[in-house]
């Protein structure tokens, strides 16, 4: 009897948590749907930004789409939306998530509305010289919702797979740093820019370009149970190409070329995602102009997307996540005598649009001064081990860099645009160079420090959907980096530092050196392969008026100091110890008044070492002698750059002198120095 019991309990017991097993097993069940609606406007003519001035087109180059991809993995639903759109405000991102909401039962904080930034669109909100279209205002977010209706009425069963591919070359940095002696004006009449965005191609005025390049493609897969093609999201870091309106761009010809070279279905949808590419474009500036129009380029970025498309791994069952928050930042508000210029000014236009530079920028102080704090929605999302963040704002490459090596999920894509459209947000130390993408307008307000706080925001965001912490930054060792360590120095800064102003002394003696103002972060270093580990470029900093000052004063009377320069133009102080000074006068070295020989050469590296005895100087220049002098005693602090245009890389500070051939062989590790004989 009792056995019997125990037996009718346990089937009973089974019986009542089927619907429990079963709901676990669907959540293992994962979904996909994807639809491309058309939201090209139904009204003609219709006003597009992304010029400083207003301009109209009632000419259809080729249809625009909101690309929509709702993914479910049984507990969660989230929808990945990519609009043919110069920029969305988060006002008509809300009006569109609202609806399909209403349709689709998706939470509203689950959904991710983005741009793909093509200046070849009707104009969804201003900017600028331009206003919005009222009338694709209204019919604009009706669109949007009616493509994540159709794509939720898709979902199926799917499997889910991500790559991450290089296209080196086909995105470069269009912001580059101008000569001291050619700064240009900002349009409030003051000589404030040391950089210029797209400066023309090998323009001698520029020195080269003022941040590092994310050339890196991800790939978000998608594909039904008996392998179907159904969707392709892919992030890819680059402004726009340039087409005559009303057009996708390259976003655009990119899904549809990249439909086309893996033969899919119709109902197929393709969407291109605009990266961090706030100060990226196509053009290389340092090389001559290139002949290739937009289908070409489009056509060759699909296919490396096609060749890594092709190696996707399919994953069953994964899980999917999203977490926002709302933050508020402070816009740059003019002063009164700024604002006073500007209300006189815009009073005068008496309700035309602005033309000039003065009289659109004037309007701007306006708009900002009227609207001083903005709301931005940060969103991190995951799918598997993929991690997303959006962004709603134009993004400098260097913050998508950082989100990217410090993400607790790899591979993580960057969106940018995403949930508004609040303008450029360029890293504290890019305010300082100026130029269009930091002056103050709607399309660049907010405050200085708004950067780190979105990265660090975005990072909390991305630990919640991982539920694991963010990595930490560590410099790559490559063998001449470790055989400065091996020789025990008493500083060495590496100068690899992706953010802020503090230089880390990687002998671990605790010198930190510090920044002042004028500088930029993380631009390529010497190209030798000896100085970080197999495929990690090496990273030195550009000084642009700014000079790097260390805490390292007392040192003994022999002692040596060695780094690796790099000059955009051939004057200013290396380093300096109080009077005592190594700078570069004319196109050779000199140490205070001694000078040496070798003819330098712009926008070469070089490897410099300062050998101390007593009160004696021994330069040398790649290995090689170069000059010796007399130097005066002093404990002043060791100062780097101070008025040197270029770069500075792999500063080391050792207590003692190195024999010829320890000098030789460091260099020759460094993978440049080859023809550096022991």
């Known amino acids: 009897m009792i056995i019997r019991m125990f037996l009718v309990r346990c089937l009973l017991v089974g019986l009542l948590s089927l619907p429990f097993v079963e709901a676990r097993a669907a959540s293992k069940v994962f979904r996909a749907g994807a639809f491309a609606v058309d939201v090209t406007p139904t009204k003609m003519p219709v006003i597009v930004n992304g010029s400083y001035r207003q301009r109209s087109s009632n000419t259809v180059r080729d249809r625009l789409h909101a690309r929509c991809l709702i993914l479910d993995d049984g507990k969660e639903r989230i929808a990945l939306v990519v609009v043919d759109s110069c920029m969305v405000p988060r006002e008509l991102c809300d009006q569109a998530k609202e609806l399909a909401t209403k349709s689709t039962g998706i939470r509203m904080d689950r959904m991710l509305i983005s741009s793909t930034h093509t200046h070849s669109a009707p104009a969804a909100m201003g900017a600028l010289g331009s206003d919005a279209d ?40 269009r912001r580059w740093i101008l000569r001291a002696d050619e700064m240009l004006m900002d349009p409030f009449g003051e000589k404030t820019a040391r950089v210029r965005a797209h400066p023309g191609y090998e323009n001698p005025a520029y020195i080269g370009p003022s941040g590092p390049v994310d050339s890196g493609m991800t790939l978000l897969a998608l594909q039904s149970l008996d392998g179907k093609p159904l969707a392709m999201f892919a992030n890819f870091s680059m402004h726009y190409y340039g087409s005559s309106a009303l057009s996708a761009d390259f976003c655009g010809a990119f899904s549809e070329i990249f439909a086309g070279q893996i033969d899919a279905a119709d109902d197929f949808v393709a969407a291109m995602s605009q990266g961090t590419s706030g100060d990226l474009h196509w053009m290389d500036y340092g090389r001559p102009q290139p002949n290739h129009g937009m289908r070409a380029y489009s056509t060759n970025l699909a296919t490396i997307a096609k060749s890594a498309w092709e190696k996707i791994e399919y994953r069953d069952g994964v899980s999917v996540a999203m977490a926002e928050t709302k933050v508020k930042f402070k816009r740059r508000v003019a002063d009164e005598k700024r604002l006073a210029w500007a209300r006189k000014l815009t009073a005068g236009l008496q309700g035309r649009k602005p033309v000039t530079h003065a009289q659109i920028y004037a309007r701007e102080q306006v708009f900002i001064a009227d609207d001083p704090v903005r709301e931005l929605i940060l969103q991190a999302g995951r799918v598997g081990g993929l991690g997303i963040t959006a962004i709603p704002n134009e993004v400098y490459s260097i913050t998508g860099l950082k989100l990217k090596a410090l993400s607790p999920l790899q591979p993580t894509m960057n969106i940018e645009l995403a949930n508004g459209g609040e303008g450029y947000i360029p890293p504290p130390e890019q305010h300082d160079l100026g130029g269009y993408t930091t002056w103050e307008a709607r399309s660049a307000s907010l405050a200085t420090n708004a950067e780190p706080q979105i990265v660090e925001t975005l990072l909390s965001l991305l630990e919640k959907v991982a539920e694991k912490p963010r990595r930490s930054f560590a410099e790559s060792h490559g063998v001449y980096a470790k055989a400065v360590l091996a020789e025990k120095p008493i500083a060495y800064w590496r100068l690899g530092e992706r953010a802020g102003r503090t230089l880390a002394d990687t002998s671990g003696n605790g010198h930190a050196a510090k920044l002042d103002r004028g500088f930029a972060l993380h631009l390529k270093g010497p190209p030798g392969a000896g100085f970080c580990e197999q495929g990690v470029i090496n990273r030195s900093i550009q000084f642009v008026g700014g000079r790097l000052v260390t805490p390292v004063m007392d040192l003994p009377a022999n002692n040596r100091v060695e780094f690796w320069f790099w000059s955009g133009v051939l004057a200013g102080k290396l380093f300096a110890r109080g009077s005592n000074s190594l700078a570069i006068v004319g196109d050779v070295l000199a140490f205070n008044d001694s000078k040496g020989t070798k003819k330098l050469q712009n926008k070469t590296w070089y490897h410099v070492a300062i050998e101390r005895t007593g009160d004696q100087v021994f330069v040398a220049l790649d290995g090689k002698a170069e000059l010796n002098a007399n130097q005066s005693p002093d404990s002043m602090p060791l100062v780097f750059g101070k008025g040197f245009e270029g770069r500075l890389d792999e500063i080391a500070v050792f207590g003692r002198r190195h024999s010829p051939s320890t000098a030789a062989r460091r260099i020759r590790f460094s993978g440049i120095g080859n023809d550096v004989k022991e």
């Open 134 to 173: 009222p009338n694709y205002v209204k019919e604009l977010p009706g669109m949007i919702a009616d493509g994540i209706r159709q794509a939720n009425e898709r979902l199926e069963p799917a499997r889910v797979g991500w790559a991450v591919v290089e296209a080196k070359g086909f995105t470069n940095c």
